[in-house]
């Protein structure tokens, strides 16, 4: 018997007796091992024994170094926006500017504490995503095989590995052979073939074959000690990170050059220059997107919550980014389209066979262990017709899975001392294989024509000795009835302006059967498509464009599909369930595995769904589109607010020779904004009924136009103040006026820059509306109190400041806004 490939001797402390165990385990023989481990082969464990051996070994799991949250919160007090703040607590103290470095102190307080708690909520999210997609794994338990999560095995378990699966113990072979891949463990990339007798690490991927084993480590305890983790949580750059990058680099640029007219008129006018830093530092600060990292957690945080509830667990954050701007989606047939749920509809006998002799044949090709779809309808139709009753026992002796390459199951079996080999698959995989001619081939194919037409799918079952040709014994017709709401689900991702394009192994004819009954009636081969590719011109392109969906498709062929909708300009989401269709989703902007998926599929993915069907990926679209426009409502709104503070301060200055806001004043004022606007991230908004783009040009412009609007509008109220209330000779009333009019105008604008057309179109969330309303009140308070450097103001002048804000940012600007975005960007209100 062949030896496990590692005996980790030198892992082993002498001091601890109780791992002794360890190398001995993974060399001992197989029944000696199963001996050890006590198992039956035949029947698993017992439920009870499983509970006692986990009390004794714990779950299959290696706990986590997690950073300690106090490293995490001072973290929160490095970084350019920190760095900033400190800078000016510093020059204020330096230059005796107390009551400035208590407010700055207190922000700098209050930012951090917001940003980690924050952080600590998305962290919560993405650890009940991790718990949600742990790996599964098929256990053979009180006789009965089922799907357990891999973090309750225990060794001594019976379990079954098929390709795709990732290892979930250190496992020692009993039957079959398996190619794996090990490379996240040892760094080899070449596949390592494992007989029974040897062990598969934990962790590792099977690649080929298929067999059962008996699981010997578990957790801390597996040579590599490391935790099967399905996929990990990866956090991409983002294409809305780069568009702001240069939304920054041009705010600095704008703010930077009105500072430096600033700066030098300043100096023209003997200002000193330490007087002058605080503020404009403060004032390039306001370029830099402070609450960003803030606003991208809740956003992200909220959205994968809520498409969890639905289903759909995001594996990749900037999946929902992408699912925003999805314009074509892929989809598998089988248990998207399909129930998945296929069932024998008929069986023809073929020369002197009986329907008897088919489904038995059929049903030894088969294994219940696997779940096959396919499998378990032979297996059923079996059973129902009591076809293995008062039939001598039949021992298998080998079996051979299905393969894309060979398209057909095949296994060999002994019967009263006779062996014979068996085998079911595609109907030409089964006539050539059973030596038939192609008039012979030809004549079978269009027999099962008529059922083809129908939807059903046909397979052919032979039978014959142990080695030599098979004789063809029978066809067997099954059907998987389309999912009741495939047809309305189609038909609603068209309404979303998502084309929809099925792809299935299927022959043509029951592919356009199924599809046209959901909606999409142009199903082409893909091999046209591969034809068409090869020729020069748009040939492919404008197959590409035309067709509903490809039948007769390999897994390595849906790679190309994908390929050829991105050359072509499409954001391509894809939808797979096998090992074959990892590279596709993985080249898919947005990669879904289906509920089905094994293990290197989901892992693969974006995207992984929970439940069968269309209706998460629908959710997963709205709610895509959804944070797309909370994004892109907060940079609008860090536009026009930047443009609007800079401006403001800097033509003020030019104008009055006074500096009409202090450096924690307008802290104060972009704290309280800034924070009160990442509830945008919950705010109410309807999805687009087209894909988003990040192409905003026109959104810039109109947050820009916005942006000086405000500015024309609260200079005119500054002049109003300046000329005829006194505010020349009274700079502290000045300060304090200059402070309300920002906050005023900062928090309605933002009521109206939310919502595309007319601001009254939707109610703002209540967490939006909170945030808003506590941030005019709270500084409003703070000046009717009295802070220092901004004496009260009296109500009256109070509220007729609030009233001039309203009736610009809710009024004039709001229909400035819809005009220039009908106008700009005509599809953000169709």
């Given amino acids: ?73 001072l973290r929160k007090f490095w970084g350019l926006s920190a760095w900033m703040l400190e800078s000016i607590m510093l020059l204020s103290l330096v230059l005796g500017h107390y009551s400035d470095l208590a407010v700055v102190s207190a922000l700098l307080l209050i930012n951090a504490v917001l940003g980690f708690a924050q952080d600590r909520r998305a962290a919560g999210v993405m650890v009940t995503l991790r718990r949600r997609l742990q790996v599964s794994a098929r256990v053979l338990r009180d006789a009965n095989w089922q799907l357990v999560p891999a973090r309750e095995l225990v060794p001594g378990e019976i379990v079954r590995v098929r390709p795709g699966d990732i290892i979930p113990a250190d496992v020692k072979v009993l039957s079959g052979t398996l190619a794996v891949d090990q490379s996240a463990l040892t760094g080899e990339s070449k596949d390592v073939d494992k007989a029974p007798g040897e062990v598969l690490s934990s962790g590792s991927i099977v690649r080929r074959g298929e067999g059962n084993g008996v699981v010997i480590l578990t957790g801390a305890n597996t040579y590599f ?49 330490l007087e002058m830093i605080p503020l404009v530092l403060v004032l390039l600060s306001s370029a830099v997107p402070m609450a960003l990292p803030v606003m991208f957690t809740v956003s992200m945080a909220i959205g994968s919550a809520q498409l969890a509830k639905r289903g759909v667990l995001v594996t990749r954050l900037s999946a929902s980014e992408d699912a925003a701007t999805m314009d074509v989606l892929c989809v598998d047939k089988t248990g998207t389209i399909t129930m998945n749920q296929l069932a024998v509809t008929g069986v023809i006998p073929l020369e002197h066979s009986t329907e008897a002799d088919v489904l038995f044949a059929g049903a030894l090709a088969s294994q219940e262990s696997n779940q096959d779809p396919i499998d378990l309808a032979f297996l059923a139709a079996a059973k129902q017709r009591r076809i293995f009753d008062n039939i001598p026992k039949v021992t298998p002796i080998s079996f051979a899975p299905f393969d894309v390459k060979n398209r057909r199951t095949e296994a060999v079996l002994e019967q009263n001392g006779q062996r014979f080999r068996v085998m079911k698959g595609a109907v030409r995989t089964i006539a050539d294989a059973c030596g038939l001619s192609p008039p012979a081939i030809e004549a079978l194919e269009a027999r099962v024509g008529e059922s083809a037409a129908k939807g059903y799918r046909a397979l052919a079952v032979a039978r014959g000795p142990e080695t030599g040709v098979v004789g063809l014994v029978g066809l067997v017709t099954l059907y998987d009835p389309p999912r009741p709401d495939a047809k309305s689900l189609i038909a609603a991702l068209h309404d979303l302006g998502v084309q929809v394009k099925m792809l299935t192994g299927d022959a043509l004819a029951v592919a356009k059967e199924i599809a046209q009954g959901v909606g999409l009636p142009n199903i082409q081969r893909v091999a046209d498509l591969k034809t068409a590719s090869a020729r020069p011109g748009n040939d492919a392109i404008d197959l590409l464009a035309g067709a509903d969906g490809f039948a007769e498709v390999f897994p390595e062929d849906k790679y190309i599909v994908v390929q050829r909708l991105q050359a072509a300009g499409h954001v391509v989401g894809m939808t797979g369930d096998g090992v074959n269709d990892a590279p596709a989703l993985r080249q898919a902007e947005v990669g879904i595995a289906v509920s089905t998926a094994t293990d290197v599929a989901k892992g693969a993915a974006s995207v992984v769904l929970t439940e069968p069907g269309l209706t998460n990926i629908v959710a997963l679209i709205e709610q895509g589109r959804i944070i797309y426009q909370h994004v892109l409502t907060w940079i ?63 959104f810039v412009t109109v947050s820009v136009a916005l942006g000086l609007a405000m500015v024309g509008e609260t200079l005119l109220l500054l002049w109003i103040g300046w000329s005829s209330f006194g505010l020349a000779t009274d700079t502290n009333a000045l300060y304090t006026l200059s402070f309300l009019v920002l906050l005023f105008f900062g928090a309605l604008s933002t009521v109206s820059r939310r919502e595309r057309r007319w601001f009254w ?39 007729a400041i609030f009233a001039y804000a309203a009736v610009s940012c809710l009024l004039v600007n709001d229909a400035v806004k819809v005009l220039l975005i009908r106008r700009l960007v005509p599809a953000a209100v169709a």
Avoid: C
């Avoid at 702001?244 to 030098?264: E, N, Q």
């Avoid at 109610?763 to 009717?784: E, F, N, Q």
């Fill in 225 to 273: 000690g490391r935790t099967t983790q399905l996929v990990q949580i990866a956090s991409p750059k983002l294409h809305i990170e780069a568009v702001i990058a240069k939304l920054v680099r041009w705010l600095f640029l704008i703010v930077g050059s009105l500072l430096s007219v600033v700066v030098v008129a300043s100096l023209i006018r003997g200002t000193p220059l």
């Fill in 761 to 799: 179109s939707t109610r703002p969330s209540w967490p939006l509306a909170a945030g808003l309303s506590a941030g005019v009140l709270a500084g409003a308070i703070l000046t009717r109190v009295g802070l220092p450097g901004l004496p009260p103001l009296s109500w009256p002048q109070t509220l």
């Fill in 1 to 73: 018997m062949p030896t496990a490939t590692h005996t980790p001797e030198t892992k082993i402390p002498l001091s601890k007796p109780a791992t002794a165990k360890k190398p001995d385990i993974a060399s001992m023989s197989l029944p000696d091992t199963l001996a050890a481990l006590q198992v039956n082969l035949e029947t698993g464990l017992a439920h009870g024994e499983v509970h006692n051996r986990q009390k004794q070994h714990g779950y299959n799991e290696v706990a986590e170094r997690k950073e300690h949250p106090i490293l995490k919160f």
């Fill in 636 to 698: 609008i709104n860090k536009i026009s607010s930047t443009i609007l503070k800079s401006t403001f301060v800097a033509v003020a200055f030019l104008a009055t020779g006074e500096f009409v806001v202090s450096a924690s004043a307008m802290l104060l004022l972009v704290f309280l904004m800034d924070f009160a606007t990442i509830a945008l991230a919950t705010d109410r908004v309807r999805p687009s009924k087209r894909p988003e783009t990040w192409a905003i040009g026109g």
